[in-house]
């Protein structure tokens, strides 16, 4: 046991390393300095206490996709259409907003409202795609692709009709909410420290839900053979779309403070791709929940440092996505390579 | 072809699987390999056949060459062919696809005129009937077994390794297998035929190897010595126990006028009446209807016609799930397919199946749970043991050990499939300790002296058509054999479809 614990350990480093080796090799054909480019990522993430708060922003919708995503990947379900839950989260918590403009109700409780407001929405907009696959035998990663670009229109139609700004719409999203529906920021820093707490609690009580509670065993199950998980007695289907549910929900809280703590508005590129993001995580970790947090807070580190790379480098931004892409390939890669030295030895 | 095998190790982990086994399979023999479960058989067959690899030192010499064996394609490519205990097939295809696969005669397109053509032949020669366009998934576990035969001697094996073939097909048609087996050594194939079953090894093998633990303990040539050979197997004597019926005539489960119906067959107008502590077994060559009889008494298949009714609740049309609360317990036969979660370890399984309430996992329970059902069903594993890593045996016991207490019926796919006879007489002894708690048991073999020994009533099936429920304790495996194939049913007038 303990000896494949460190044969994985060592098998992960090596991916690391190979695929830093990997990138500064296509940084050296791109004629740039490898060392430089990492210099300035890690400078960029971690430089000043204003850059890592720009990660933690980047870092709370990451994790509570990445929470969520290790549900439905439980329960054997490929929940492409995270994305699209992410964006009806941000569209659900400005819905609630919207309804509560000239309330004179206390801002702490029409922020509560809306975050679960966005958590429901999610929550609703996974189970369409749970829903296709239960009765309709649509494939959940056909189902939610497809849900994902309905998402993307449903955002743009509201941003450019009904809810458009007095005068004229414009890409630049909705008219911003007042500032009393923002979630409280550190003082001169973006990052809140309850947006930061509720991304916590999810990945906690996910962790709890799959290591510790019996709910969590009959996931595992069902993902793991429908077939035997049915007649050992466990409701298969309901057990998939709950686990379509609680990633929906979780989702739309990222969606929600998306809304709610970061941009103050509905914008058309709400999500910026967090749910792909957080598939690439997911399966990084291996869907192992401890994981989560330390790797979506690198996943958020290289977004954020790779920020500042055209200005001082003349180098893409992209060049965060490249790393994790290959991160990724190559820890699954040496996961294979390690399974088939195992097995020999 | 000439087999020879020379000092095979065998490591998975800590265990030792193969203990430098030395064997000589001179050309056209038929080679039996005997052994309980878990003696090393299969991992010395998935050898020679190139599915694992053995330790370095190990050496297989085919016709006086030492060969290396890295790959399933690469044994055929030897001439080395197996047929798996589980079938490596690939359900959702069809049979004749399923059929071409592995053959590479160049080109790009397979011809399939011609495939059809041997495949017919083939299927002659075996006496097995199945249509080359219909789906693998619509076949038993036993066609496909024979579908795998098929395809093996296609692809010009000329050592064909089977793995306890016969436990998946009828009498009728492992006479026929046996009487093509014994034709083959005369084109100079070997055959390896891997068994727990003595009577089968006896009536086929020109000589037999019994392993033991990993050891190669003794061999054997004509005329055989069945209790010397028990001996080697268990290093003790096992006999058969007493039939011991526990009858009732509280009614536990009945039938009346219950048709079924699926793609390829009919069930008409079953009536049944089954007792409490009664034991019924169902009899009949693969895909009779007994496999879509025992489900629709699960609730997993619904009858297009009839009541059923558990304990004289009414339970026609209802869930499995809610057959399962009136306890109903339904074991199939494909354990890694429908039986358990690979994946998963036994203590999960245990606690999964007691239908645990609460939210959070008592860890110490569960463990507690485990270590007891791990020993009161004489399982080899731990708590922790993932089930796929147990042998066939003791997924068995495992699926066992998963039954609700208390039960009203139990259905069983195949209970002792594969298992060797202390395994089944121990399985039994389980079994019937839930007809005195006072369940019913309804259960599937192809074992026709299973059926008789631990029955009380027999149904036989033969292409759904159903017999009336026959005594077991005054039937012989002929008699019951007739039936099987057909002979000694009544005739009825004309109005029957």
Not at chain 1, 245 to 253: E, P, R, Y
Not at chain 1, 289 to 303: E, G, H, K, S, T
Not at chain 2, 445 to 452: F, K, P, T
Request: aromatic share 8%; glycine share 10%; charged share 15%.
């Amino acid at each position: 046991m303990l000896k494949g614990r460190l044969s994985g350990f060592v098998f992960q480093l090596l991916a690391f390393v190979l695929a830093l080796v990997f990138v500064s090799l296509i940084l050296i054909a791109a004629k740039a300095s490898p060392m430089e480019a990492y210099k300035n990522m890690i400078t960029g993430s971690v430089g000043s206490m204003r850059k890592f708060a720009e990660v933690l922003v980047t870092f709370v919708p990451l994790l509570l996709v990445t929470a969520g995503l290790l549900i439905t990947f439980s329960a054997g379900l490929w929940n492409i259409g995270v994305e699209g839950q992410i964006v009806l989260g941000a569209i659900g918590t400005a819905w609630v907003f919207r309804q509560f403009v000239d309330s004179t109700l206390p801002a702490g409780l029409i922020i509560t409202l809306a975050i679960f407001g966005g958590m429901a929405f999610g929550a609703l907009w996974a189970s369409f795609a749970g829903a296709l696959k239960t009765f309709g035998g649509v494939n959940e990663i056909f189902g939610g692709l497809g849900l994902n670009f309905v998402s993307t229109a449903l955002t743009l139609y509201l941003i450019f009709g009904p809810w458009k700004r007095e005068g004229v719409a414009s890409m630049s999203g909705t008219e911003p909410f007042p500032d009393h529906f923002s979630l409280p920021q550190l003082p001169d820093l973006r990052i809140s420290l309850w947006a930061l707490g509720i991304a916590l609690v999810g990945v906690v009580i996910v962790y709890f839900i799959l290591q510790g509670t019996y709910f969590g065993l009959k996931l595992k199950a069902v993902g793991k053979n429908f077939r035997a998980a049915y007649l050992l007695g466990i409701p298969t289907w309901q057990y998939s779309m709950y686990s379509f549910l609680i990633c929906g929900a979780l989702a739309g809280a990222a969606g929600a403070i998306q809304v709610a703590a970061v941009y103050h508005r509905l914008i058309p590129s709400i999500s910026s791709g967090y749910g792909y993001l957080g598939l690439m995580v997911a399966m990084l970790i291996n869907y192992q929940a401890v994981w989560a947090i330390p790797v979506a807070l690198f996943f958020a580190a290289l977004n954020i440092g790779s920020i500042q790379l055209p200005i001082v480098m003349k180098l893409d931004s992209s060049l965060a996505g490249v790393l994790q892409g290959v991160l990724v390939l190559f820890v699954l890669l040496m996961e294979g390579v390690r399974q088939k030295f195992v097995k020999k030895a | 072809m000439n087999v020879e095998l020379k000092n095979i190790h065998k490591h998975f982990g800590n265990v030792h699987a193969n203990k430098g086994i030395n064997l000589n399979i001179p050309s056209g023999t038929i080679q039996g390999i005997l052994g309980e479960n878990g003696a090393g058989k299969s991992t010395l067959m998935k050898i020679l056949s190139g599915f694992i690899q053995a330790d370095s030192g190990s050496e297989i010499i085919l016709d006086g060459k030492s060969v290396t064996i890295d790959s399933p394609a690469d044994a055929i490519h030897h001439g080395v062919g197996m047929l798996h205990q589980d079938p490596l097939d690939f359900p959702p295809m069809k049979v004749l696809d399923n059929f071409i696969l592995g053959r590479f005669t160049g080109g790009l397109f397979p011809n399939r005129k011609e495939a059809t053509q041997d495949f017919n032949l083939l299927a002659k020669e075996f006496d097995f009937s199945f249509d080359p366009e219909s789906y693998v998934d619509s076949l038993t576990v036993g066609e496909r077994q024979q579908l795998e035969i098929m395809r093996l001697l296609w692809l010009g094996a000329r050592v064909l390794i089977l793995d306890e073939p016969t436990t998946g097909i009828s009498a009728s048609q492992k006479s026929k297998l046996f009487s093509t087996l014994k034709k083959l050594p005369e084109q100079a194939m070997t055959i390896i035929f891997v068994s727990h079953k003595l009577e089968d090894v006896e009536s086929l093998c020109d000589q037999v190897a019994v392993l033991q633990a990993g050891e190669l303990v003794g061999e054997m040539k004509p005329p055989f010595n069945t209790s010397k050979l028990v001996e080697m197997m268990f290093g003790k004597v096992v006999t058969l126990g007493e039939r011991q019926p526990v009858l009732t005539n509280e009614t536990m489960l009945e039938l009346k006028n219950v048709s079924l119906e699926d793609v390829r067959l009919k069930i008409k107008n079953v009536d049944l009446n089954l007792c409490a502590g009664e034991v019924i077994g169902l009899a009949g060559m693969e895909g009779s209807g007994q496999g879509m009889f025992i489900r629709a008494c699960a609730g997993l298949v619904r009858p297009v016609g009839g009541r059923v009714k558990l304990k004289g609740q009414d339970l026609t049309g209802k869930s499995y799930h809610a057959y399962k609360n009136a306890g109903v317990n339904f074991l199939p036969a494909a354990r890694l397919e429908e039986g358990l979660v690979p994946g998963l370890s036994l203590t999960d399984h245990f606690v999964l199946a007691e239908q645990p309430k609460g939210i959070f996992i008592d860890r110490v329970a569960g463990q507690n749970l485990a270590e007891d059902r791990i020993k009161s069903f004489n399982i080899r594993g731990t708590p922790l043991s993932m089930v796929e890593s147990l042998s066939g045996g003791n997924q068995q016991r495992a699926e066992l050990a998963l039954l609700q207490d208390p039960l009203s019926l139990v259905l069983l796919e195949h209970p002792t499939r594969g298992l060797d006879i202390e395994s089944v007489i121990y399985i039994w002894s389980k079994l019937k300790e839930r007809c005195r708690q006072g369940a019913s048991i309804i259960f599937i073999s192809s074992d026709l002296e299973e059926i008789l020994q631990y029955s009380d009533r027999v149904l036989v099936f033969f292409s759904g058509k159903v017999s009336p429920p026959i005594d077991a304790a005054t039937t012989s495996v002929e008699q019951l054999g007739q039936l099987i194939g057909g002979k000694g049913w009544p005739e009825k007038g004309g109005s029957h479809a």
